[in-house]
């Protein structure tokens, strides 16, 4: 087939309403500060972080305060805006100084999702172009920064009504970890398809993996489904194949973090054994994935950084431990999905399928031109 989307699933200026999201995931606030929603203490509380600096952002990207890739990239936008504003009164050369700290700062926060370094160089580029002056410069990235937000939800939108064709009425989907509203600026990813499928009058029942260690399926995406009043049944991540087997799955749906020029996917931890597992059983495995995920430098997915993070994800949660003292533990965060696994790649220039490597070169250039 063809490396072009599918004309049939690409995004049409008819998209079925879908509802907002009763909550934000990063917002600015009036007096020149962002809000981000706290995701450590879900579902149990609903708590917002109000962060002043670039410092507190790149600490809440880290410690999942805020998380799924496109969300770190608009968090890592509005850190560089937070930061301008709160240096817009030092002298030019504090100013040049604390910004630049602020980019290294953010960039080092977390390695894997590539929507952080595509929203850091949009930021740094909008820099460039900006206003010698504190104020005119701290203006114009907090322009960008909206503009990062806005562009992410309107391709969360187009997605979901390019991926809602792929699912049929009655269909039961399984997802991994949470791509969610919870993950972008607004609608989600995998979630978005199936929101939008529901807003387009589909009966849809979703089988969450609860997502270990950190539980992204079990304390997130079940909050958001739930929330939504879309049928949701939380599983054990190793109970995915014996539920396939018996034929009660028929598409799998998950996100990305960094999508490689031939295709790989990047995305949380367990997401490969599902794609193997939809292969041996014949079943559909979509990736939802904007367009910003998308990185056509590095050639597949072995060159991928892949996030290791501490132990205590591992043998405990909270303050729980379960685990033995001193047992040796391996964290890494991400696995890589071999393209000829993916059926095909959901984003907001509609569905493309293989070859993978063809269709993203198309794309990417046709999105570059425009």
């Known amino acids: ?51 002043a600096d670039a410092t507190a952002m790149a ?44 980019f290294e700062d953010l960039a080092r926060s977390r390695p894997t999702a590539v929507n952080l370094f595509w929203a850091l160089d949009r930021m740094g580029r909008r820099l460039a172009a900006a206003p010698a002056d504190g104020p005119g410069a701290a203006a114009a990235l907090l322009d960008e920064a909206h503009a990062v937000l806005g562009d992410d939800r309107a391709a969360n939108l187009r997605m979901g009504a390019a991926g809602a064709a792929l699912v049929g009425d009655g269909a039961r989907i399984l997802t991994h970890c949470n791509a969610g509203a919870l993950a972008t600026a607004a609608h989600g990813t995998a979630l978005g398809v199936i929101r939008s499928a529901v807003a387009a009058g589909k009966r849809v029942s979703v089988l969450a993996d609860e997502t270990r260690p950190v539980l992204q399926g079990a304390r997130l995406t079940a909050w958001e489904l739930l929330a939504e009043g ?3 049944t939380l ?20 996100g990305a973090d960094r999508v490689a020029a031939n295709g790989d996917v990047a995305n949380k931890i367990g997401t490969y054994p599902l794609a193997v597992l939809a292969r041996r059983h014949n079943l559909p495995f979509y990736v939802a994935c904007p367009l910003s995920t998308v990185d056509l ?36 965060a991400f696995d890589i999905t071999p393209a000829d696994l993916v059926s095909a790649l959901i984003t907001e220039a509609g569905v493309l399928r293989p070859p993978l490597a063809e269709a993203l070169r198309a794309v990417m250039a046709g999105a570059s031109a425009r």
Not at 15 to 24: C, I, K, L, N
């Open 235 to 254: 599983i054990p991540d190793g109970a995915a194949g014996l539920l396939m087997a018996r034929g009660e799955v028929d598409l799998v749906i998950v």
């Open 59 to 102: 600490t809440a990207i880290r410690t999942l305060a805020v998380r799924g890739a496109p969300a770190i990239g608009c968090a890592a936008a509005y850190g560089i805006a937070v930061e301008a504003h709160r240096l817009r009164a030092a002298p030019a050369e504090a100013r040049h100084a604390g910004l630049q700290a602020a």
């Open 230 to 232: 879309i049928p949701v």
């Open 297 to 332: 430098s590095v050639a597949h997915g072995s060159a991928i950084p892949i996030e290791e993070r501490g132990a205590d994800e591992v043998t405990g949660y909270g303050a729980e431990r379960w685990a033995p003292p001193g047992v040796a533990v391996r964290n890494p």
């Open 1 to 51: 087939m063809g490396p072009t989307p599918d004309a049939a699933h690409a995004a049409s200026d008819q998209e079925a309403p879908v509802t907002a999201s009763p909550f934000h995931t990063v917002a600015w606030l009036a007096e020149g500060a962002v809000s981000v929603l706290d995701q450590r203490r879900l579902p149990a509380r609903v708590e917002y972080l109000r962060i």
